[in-house]
């Protein structure tokens, strides 16, 4: 099997995670994918399932786990990553006795690598239909503990300012009541990167029983948070090291906001416009 350093991508590196959890034959596809994977773009959904001794419905439900629509996406999405050039110097770890410009140029690396791997893990459908779930809320409940906690902080800033009813909440115990007093057509965005910090997963639950839309970003692959959600959106999760997933994650959760944010603008041009300019133009009188 190639070193997976050698070959990978979002998509791969996801697999090779996941690979423990996996029953015996989705493990054997997902060895033979990191094995081949130039290789594999090439097979039909039977000509994968043959030279791994299993079944196509087996090669689906493998696609499904990592969050597919199934085989020809999965081969379209891992097809794209592979076309793509490696970045060079990506995802560096801290090393003791480098000189600042030596840092400077890590973090840039490490911030567009996370950037650009996120872009091409993003699913336009899910994307769109978070926005359409966004706005339309009549209440939106913005959730994350320590980092993501951050990350959902920068969400409600924006919101905010083109009038939506929102709270971004960090602790455990508001979040949990919060939760309780949703209903159908409010929502709830969880953060976490990991996907299995409990207090998230356990506040979207109670969202979700409540009769919230549910939306969670948190990196790529399967997670508890990811399951749980309505619409899972997914940033890089290639990143590993000592601190960089504090660094590079949050680089790319927040670029998904954006993304979130001004496609709500976008879409409703004419009513979220005219409430950023009146924002803007009140807090320059405090400048």
């Not at 597919?68 to 770890?93: I, R, S, W």
């Not at 966004?134 to 969400?155: E, M, N």
């Not at 309505?230 to 504090?246: A, H, K, N, T, V």
Request: charged share 20%.
């Amino acid at each position: 099997m190639n070193d997976i350093s050698t070959v990978s991508t979002p998509i791969l590196h996801a697999v090779q995670e996941h690979l423990p959890q996996l029953s015996q034959q989705e493990r054997r596809i997902g060895e033979y994918i990191l094995a081949s994977p130039a290789t594999v773009v090439h097979l039909g959904i039977t000509e994968l399932a043959d030279q791994c001794g299993a079944s196509p419905s087996t090669v689906t439900r493998f696609c499904k786990a990592f969050h597919f629509k199934g085989y020809p996406d999965f081969k379209m999405k891992l097809a794209g990553e592979l076309a793509q050039k490696p970045a060079q110097n990506a995802y560096q770890d801290v090393i003791a006795g480098n000189d600042l410009q030596t840092i400077a140029s890590a973090m840039e690396s490490n911030h567009v690598a996370s950037i650009a791997d996120t872009t091409r893990l993003l699913d336009i459908q899910q994307l769109q239909r978070a926005v359409e779930a966004l706005c339309g809320a009549g209440r939106i409940d913005l959730y994350g503990v320590a980092t993501s906690s951050i990350v959902a902080q920068d969400f409600y800033q924006k919101l905010v300012r083109i009038g939506k009813n929102c709270t971004a909440f960090a602790d455990s115990h508001m979040q949990i009541t919060s939760a309780t007093a949703l209903s159908s057509g409010d929502v709830a965005v969880a953060v976490s990167y990991s996907g299995e910090t409990p207090e998230t997963i356990a506040a979207l639950k109670c969202a979700k029983d409540s009769g919230a839309t549910t939306i969670c970003l948190t990196h790529y692959g399967s997670s508890s948070l990811a399951s749980l959600a309505d619409i899972p959106l997914f940033s890089s999760s290639l990143e590993e090291g000592m601190r960089r997933g504090d660094m590079a994650s949050r680089i790319a959760q927040l670029h998904i906001i954006d993304i979130l944010f001004m496609g709500m603008v976008s879409s409703r041009f004419e009513d979220y416009v005219p409430k950023l300019e009146h924002s803007y133009h009140n807090v320059r009188n405090y400048r």
